[in-house]
């Protein structure tokens, strides 16, 4: 039977798995910067960071997270700049330059070590792209 099978997975999955993330939990999450603080750490040996730590500049918000066609994290879209949605933009930030952060039991937000300069340095998203 498709359903039994499809509720035994679903179960084994959670059950194999309590860590897992919903996107909804991550969008609207802040975008933090590393750029000021970063003292050559190697950000690619498997640093993570287990809550947002004190001298972290918030330079942003996770509008959107982005799937590639194998349902695997792309990226994020981030609005960065501006006030009150008025002279921001939307950039496209490519997840091996990110690390996800707790913020408590249901939220998450992400740390980069770009700078508010270097995101907005960046080609804002058309987002006519996605249609």
Do not use: C
Request: charged letters at 30%; aromatic letters at 6%; proline letters at 2%.
């Amino acid at each position: 039977d498709v359903d039994v099978t499809i509720a035994e997975a679903s179960e084994a999955m959670v059950n194999a798995n309590p860590q897992l993330i919903r996107t909804r939990d991550i969008t609207g999450g802040d975008i933090y910067t590393l750029a000021e603080e970063d003292m050559g750490m190697n950000w690619e040996d498997g640093l993570t960071y287990n809550a947002v730590e004190d001298g972290w500049t918030d330079i942003g918000e996770i509008e959107d997270v982005v799937l590639d066609q194998n349902g695997k994290i792309a990226g994020v879209v981030a609005e960065v700049g501006g006030i009150w949605d008025l002279g921001d933009k939307h950039v496209m930030l490519p997840i091996d330059g990110l690390k996800l952060v707790p913020v408590d039991d249901t939220e998450y937000s992400v740390v980069t070590r770009a700078s508010l300069d270097d995101l907005q340095a960046l080609e804002d998203l058309d987002e006519g792209f996605w249609n």
